[in-house]
């Protein structure tokens, strides 16, 4: 079975400043897929950014960027700029790639963001 | 367009009871998936649902059932509610249930069990 594993229950950043999550993952198999999911206050958990294993390149979207180490299996987001409304749980999930694991992410137990302003 | 509808937002039960979770994915999803959210655990895959069929399921206890209709609604159902249940269930919606795509979530429903 997979696991993900957020090491870090809270985190903290200045406004304007870069903040890394950390995130490592157990898995037996060579292709899967990874994403940083963000849930605010209202709980509704919207996708930050995803990673495919089989690519080298680390994914970025605006701001937010991720360095995927697969032979360490880890998968770390930075946060650039981070603004107010960064502020979130960040949930670090996994999927396998094929096989049985239709609709099923496995997440990491997540770390509070907080941005001071 | 809409996004993943989930109803009721709140509910409150007592134990024994059971309770039936709806839950609306985006127009031409056919895969949607539960989840239970709880400080402790954090969140559990319940199971998945694609074009009626239930595809896979988590380790939950039999209590913990769903279905899905041809519109690819989604219904939760738990039976003889224990105060554990009480937690965010949460459903996300996908185009297959796949791969890279992308799930989106909807706000959950809150179930409280006293």
């Known amino acids: 079975a997979q696991t993900v594993t957020q090491s870090q229950p809270e985190m903290s950043v200045q406004e304007a400043e870069t903040v890394t999550l950390s995130c490592t993952y157990d898995?037996?198999?060579?292709?899967?897929?990874l994403f940083w999911y963000k849930q605010p206050p209202s709980r509704q958990m919207i996708l930050v950014i995803r990673?495919?294993?089989?690519?080298?390149q680390n994914a970025t979207e605006n701001r937010f960027s991720v360095n995927f180490q697969k032979a360490a299996k880890s998968f770390s987001l930075k946060i650039s700029d981070s603004q107010l409304g960064d502020a979130a749980m960040y949930f670090c999930a996994y999927r396998n790639a094929g096989g049985t694991s239709y609709g099923k992410l496995t997440f990491g137990q997540g770390t509070i963001l907080t941005v001071h302003p | 367009k809409a996004g993943v509808t989930q109803t009721p937002r709140y509910l409150i039960k007592t134990r024994g009871q059971q309770v039936t979770l709806s839950c609306s994915p985006i127009?031409?999803?056919?895969?949607v998936s539960w989840y239970q959210q709880t400080p402790g655990q954090g969140l559990q895959f319940l199971f998945e649902y694609f074009s009626e069929t239930q595809r896979n399921k988590g380790n939950f206890p039999g209590r913990f059932s769903g279905r899905q209709f041809s519109n690819s609604r989604s219904e939760m159902n738990v039976s003889t509610l224990e105060l554990g249940d009480s937690a965010l269930y949460l459903c996300?919606?996908?185009?297959?249930?796949?791969?890279?795509?992308?799930?989106?979530f909807g706000q959950g429903t809150r179930l409280t069990v006293v």
């Open positions: 898995t037996s198999e060579s292709d899967y897929y």
């Open positions: 996300a919606s996908s185009l297959t249930g796949q791969g890279k795509g992308e799930a989106f």
């Open positions: 127009s031409g999803h056919r895969s």
């Open positions: 990673q495919e294993a089989y690519k080298q």
